[in-house]
T-cell receptor
Framework: DADVTQTPRNRITKTGKRIMLECSQT?????MYWYRQDPGLGLRLIYY???????NKGEISDGYSVSRQAQAKFSLSLESAIPNQTALYFC????????????????FGPGTRLTVL | QKEVEQDPGPLSVPEGAIVSLNCTYS??????FMWYRQYSRKGPELLMY????GNKEDGRFTAQVDKSSKYISLFIRDSQPSDSATYLC??????????FGDGTTLTVKP
């Protein structure tokens, strides 16, 4: 079984609809992240959470919200979807090597392809 | 100015070629340097990790870091069709978040 799972894998929706993307992990990591990937723009951080009570905005958080329901679950919501939110969305987890902050390497889920019409 | 600039590609090489993938960065706080590989329709996965200047080798892959020039490279020797993917450089500060390059798409032709 995959360590980081995302649901749904594909979603087509209409402008103005509320959408939730879900992420679950079995790696036991405290840190979780949401990214979007657009052609030519690489991976951009939307939100991140270093533990259940810690939520932080990334570089492109406008139009998005998140919920960290448990250590293993981190959901991303689009309150009112718009076409320029059409993208590939990735959830990731990380841990610090030997407990050293900054040495994190990230483990990505398979992605959710979202299309907003 | 972006903190990370990655050679945009795409790059197409014949099987067996040596491939060089490159990134420059401007943030002196970056202390940890990584390369991720992303196959089509998959999430990125860690390929190489280093934190010091110099070379680190793992099989056909060599990661090179030059902190003084703020430049990192990934070399692939004897490239194979299975190496065809998008390669992303990534950088961490001591705060723990990663900053990614935009990716270089590599195609290795048999």
């Amino acid at each position: 079984d995959a360590d980081v799972t995302q649901t749904p894998r594909n979603r087509i929706t209409k402008t103005g609809k509320r959408i939730m993307l879900e992420c679950s992990q079995t790696k036991g990591h405290d840190r979780m992240y949401w990214y979007r990937q657009d052609p030519g723009l690489g991976l951009r951080l939307i939100y991140y959470s270093f533990d259940v009570k810690d939520i932080n905005k990334g570089e492109i958080s406008d139009g998005y919200s998140v919920s960290r329901q448990a250590q293993a679950k981190f959901s991303l919501s689009l309150e009112s979807a718009i076409p320029n939110q059409t993208a590939l969305y990735f959830c990731a987890t990380s841990e610090s090597r030997q407990g050293l902050i900054g040495t994190d390497t990230q483990y990505f889920g398979p992605g959710t392809r979202l299309t907003v019409l | 100015q972006k903190e990370v600039e990655q050679d945009p590609g795409p790059l197409s090489v014949p099987e067996g070629a040596i491939v060089s993938l490159n990134c420059t960065y401007s943030n002196s706080a970056f202390q940890y340097f990584m390369w991720y590989r992303q196959y089509s329709r998959k999430g990125p996965e860690l390929l190489m990790y280093t934190y010091s200047s110099g070379n680190k080798e793992d099989g056909r892959f060599t990661a090179q870091v030059d902190k003084s020039s703020k430049y990192i490279s990934l070399f692939i020797r004897d490239s194979q069709p299975s190496d065809s993917a998008t390669y992303l450089c990534a950088f961490n500060t001591n705060a723990g978040k990663s900053t990614f390059g935009d990716g270089t798409t590599l195609t290795v032709k048999p």
